[in-house]
């Protein structure tokens, strides 16, 4: 089975979604939405990493967010594309396959995961 890492992109600002706060940051059901979507990837079997791409400003709510979750945080860059690209940078030496997500997309289910998976075999 090919080893696979998941890039979950949160470093956005959130604007458009106003309230002074990232939407990623927010909570729901009393957690972060960050931290909702960074355990569908965590505990998914097939998922042997994850990286989390976040605003260099944001590193101390990230960690608090996502405590105890084992991820790797990387600064993202000005643009969406800069934060991919520097998830990509991240992705170390043995991984064969790599899964990007937003991280403000809290609900993704297991089966949803497993189908990209097995679309990738």
């Not at 355990?39 to 042997?48: A, L, M, N, Q, S």
């Not at 996502?66 to 594309?81: I, S, Y």
Request: hydrophobic share 50%.
């Amino acid at each position: 089975m090919p080893t696979t890492a998941a890039i979950i992109v949160a470093a956005g600002k959130g604007i458009r979604a106003g309230g002074g706060v990232p939407k990623q940051y927010r909570p729901i059901a009393g957690q972060p939405v960050l931290r909702h979507t960074i355990f569908r990837f965590v505990r998914h079997p097939g998922i042997g990493q994850v990286i989390v791409v976040i605003a260099d400003e944001d590193r101390d709510r990230a960690k608090t967010a996502l405590a105890g979750l084992d991820v790797m945080f990387v600064t993202g860059g000005a643009t969406r594309t800069a934060s991919v690209r520097a998830g990509l940078d991240a992705v170390p030496d043995g991984v064969d396959l790599v899964l990007i997500h937003d991280g403000a997309r809290p609900f993704v289910p297991a089966a949803l995961i497993d189908a990209v998976l097995e679309g990738l075999d």
